[in-house]
């Protein structure tokens, strides 16, 4: 089926006239990547009929898939494909009591300054000049630096009492540590292992911005690796090796991304070593993920303001110890964002330009479109069974509308690896036209062979 035809067609070659585009560079790339997020229902700003909510997105049909895909390439490699890391779901709202111990209360802070002349607010340590205001140019009209908490605090039940604050919590990792005592017994896991999470958290951020990379509210992919002192170097490393690699097998160039170790001046008080992921954004390189050696500081902190003994108890050895932690921390929707800034690409095919995201199957809204050729009514059954087939193995996309050409452009800035087209040779030969995203290709395949062909093809 070729990418102009709208008659039925057996060909099996890729497309002739493909002529390679240079792809945007770092100052339009952003603009078309944003552009095709709202275009395609992968990204939409909140409340958007009410003027919009600042740094504020809602995911849309084709983003809420591609999300969740990320989440579910992140755990199945940290704990489906594990035998020594387990699930938890902790709650959002919490007791001041949590952040007391963590440090949160009195360490979680940001310098705020404001711009005397046109009522701005920055960060100071994120401003190139501290003496020039970024947004009106006016020259020492800051005001003195103070420290923002960017915890967001909130009360729970009907009386807005101090007994009853509470915060939305500003990382997932507590909720595991408070819950150390619970998962080591009713898990009986020992030491070295990890407690793993996805979820929601807030920050009241200064200056949110950059799309989706920094926002107030956002999910993190976060693993606390609880594991023997003497060991925990040794693990340190390893978890840096495997997060990085887990970047290049789902397809972002190596190019991209690097691996910076924190100078000692920009280590959290709890870490004795951090090094972040760090991928080549349009602006520049920005964190997807932290991987940090935490010691034993949270479980100390813990144990101390709450009484409870949070250690291990080494049957073998006859040895107690409180472990220390290695957290692999990552963004979920900005590691989206750097797949999808990755995978964009462009080329000119017949004297068009097409718009194609390279996704990795794995990660990719869907992974196959059923595309019936025609809306006439002797091709229905016969595409609804085709769609019926593959709908149990993989996310579908169904379309009978437009040109089958434009149907396959759709889905190539949608980034879908594979699309079955039903012609009417498919009411005689029992079989179908699979063609690949990246590629053009195309081979006609039994409908009773189509589930392995794309099995194989997928290689998932």
Request: some cysteine; aromatic content about 10%; charged content about 25%.
């Amino acid at each position: 089926m070729s990418e102009t035809d709208s008659s039925p067609s057996d060909v099996s070659a890729t497309d002739a006239g493909t002529v390679p585009v240079e792809v945007p560079n770092d100052e339009t790339l952003m603009e078309k990547v944003v552009g095709l997020c709202r275009q395609r229902g992968f990204v939409f700003p909140s409340a958007e009929i009410y003027g919009g909510f600042r740094s504020t997105y809602d995911y849309g049909p084709i983003g809420v898939l591609m999300l969740r895909n990320v989440k579910d390439a992140w755990w199945r490699s940290m704990v489906q494909l594990r035998h020594d890391v387990v699930g938890l779901d902790a709650a959002i709202l919490s007791p001041p009591a949590i952040w007391e111990a963590s440090g949160h209360l009195s360490n979680f802070t940001d310098p705020l300054v404001d711009c005397r002349e046109c009522h701005e607010r920055f960060r100071s340590d994120n401003l190139d000049d501290p003496t020039t205001c970024p947004n009106c140019g006016a020259e020492d009209a800051f005001t003195e630096a103070r420290q923002f908490n960017l915890m967001f605090k909130t009360h729970a039940g009907p009386v807005e009492t101090s007994g009853a604050e509470c915060y939305l919590r500003p990382e997932t990792a507590q909720g595991m540590f408070v819950n150390f005592a619970n998962v080591l017994q009713t898990s009986r896991r020992k030491p070295p292992f990890g407690i793993a999470q996805i979820g929601k958290s807030f920050r009241n951020e200064i200056t949110p911005g950059n799309f989706v990379f920094r926002t107030r509210e956002f999910e993190q992919m976060e693993m606390e690796y609880f594991v023997p002192p003497a060991e925990a170097q040794r693990w340190y490393e390893y978890w840096c090796t495997e997060r990085f690699d887990w970047y290049v097998d789902l397809g972002i160039p190596p190019e991209k991304l690097r691996l910076r170790p924190h100078d000692d001046d920009e280590l959290s008080h709890y870490s004795s070593g951090t090094s972040d992921v760090e991928f080549a954004f349009p602006w520049g390189w920005g964190e997807l993920e932290g991987i940090a050696n935490r010691g034993d500081y949270d479980l100390t902190q813990h144990a101390e303001h709450s009484g409870e003994k949070l250690e291990y108890f080494d049957q073998a050895s006859g040895e107690r110890y409180r472990p220390y932690v290695i957290e692999p921390a990552a963004g979920a929707t900005r590691t989206m964002m750097a797949f999808l800034l990755a995978a964009y690409d462009e080329e000119e095919v017949r004297g068009e330009r097409r718009v194609v995201l390279r996704l990795h199957p794995r990660i990719a809204p869907f992974k196959v479109a059923v595309l019936p050729l025609s809306k006439k009514p002797e091709l229905n059954g016969i595409a609804s069974e085709v769609l019926s087939l593959v709908q149990p193995h993989w996310m579908c996309d169904y379309d009978e509308t437009q040109s089958i050409g434009r149907r396959y452009r759709r889905q190539d800035e949608l980034g879908t690896p594979l699309c079955v087209t039903v012609d009417f040779d498919s009411l005689d030969d029992r079989a179908v036209t699979v063609r690949d995203r990246d590629t053009m290709a195309q081979e006609r395949v039994p409908i009773d062979g189509l589930i392995e062909h794309l099995r194989t093809k997928l290689a998932l």
